[in-house]
T-cell receptor
């Protein structure tokens, strides 16, 4: 089974600064999707960003961008100009492209934003 | 508005009881999932379904059961065989190549 590893249980960042959250994954597939989800204290899971493995260009969504390194099986999330509302748990997730079932999540990184 | 609903928000179970968690979506998604989240941990896959009348076990299916009689609905039953059911349960749905969208969750506590 595919595995997703987030090696940073906790991270903190100063407001307005930049922070990078790490994620690595293990797969033998060539086509797949990668995601970052945010879970604030409300516990609602919110999609932050998505990356298709066949695309070389890194995905960006406003202040959020990824560094996708397919050969290294690495998928980090960069948050620029951090805001207090960015404080949450962040989960990295993997999913095979041609089969719905393997939506796998990492253990999460708790991000604290300091004013 | 399109979305996923889960009910109830909070559920209490006595020892030896079966309880059913509801999950409904009106997004016309084929795939639906159930995840369990324990405090400070990630999401673990319980069951998933790609089409109506078909579902597969995830990593921690023991003590749980599901049905998928309608595209919109994917209820999860926590049986008495589940020895440690206290957790937060999340339901999600997705298209074949899309991201998963999640419901608000159900908090289950064993009394």
């Amino acid at each position: 089974a595919q595995t997703v590893t987030q090696s940073q249980p906790e991270m903190s960042v100063q407001e307005a600064e930049t922070v990078t959250l790490s994620c690595t994954y293990d797969t033998s597939e060539s086509d797949y999707y990668l995601f970052w989800y945010k879970q604030p204290p409300s516990r609602q899971m919110i999609l932050v960003i998505r990356q298709e493995a066949y695309k070389q260009q890194n995905a960006t969504e406003n202040r959020f961008s990824v560094n996708f390194q397919k050969a290294a099986k690495s998928f980090s999330l960069k948050i620029s100009d951090s805001q207090l509302g960015d404080a949450a748990m962040y989960f990295c997730a993997y999913r095979r492209a041609y089969n719905n079932n393997d939506m796998r999540f990492g253990a999460g990184t708790r991000l604290t934003v300091k004013p | 508005d399109g979305g996923i609903t889960q009910s109830p928000k909070y559920l209490f179970r006595k020892e030896g009881q079966n309880v059913t968690l509801s999950c409904e979506q009106n997004l016309n998604h084929d795939a639906m999932y159930w995840y369990r989240q324990d405090p400070g941990q990630g999401l673990r896959l319980i069951y998933y379904s790609q089409i109506v009348n078909d579902f597969q076990k995830g990593d921690i299916a023991e003590g749980y059961s599901v049905s998928r009689e309608k595209k919109e609905s994917f209820p999860l039953t926590v049986t008495s065989a589940q020895k440690n059911p206290t957790a937060f349960y999340l339901c999600a749905s997705s298209t074949e190549q899309g991201a998963a969208f999640f419901g608000p969750g159900t908090r289950l506590t064993v009394l």
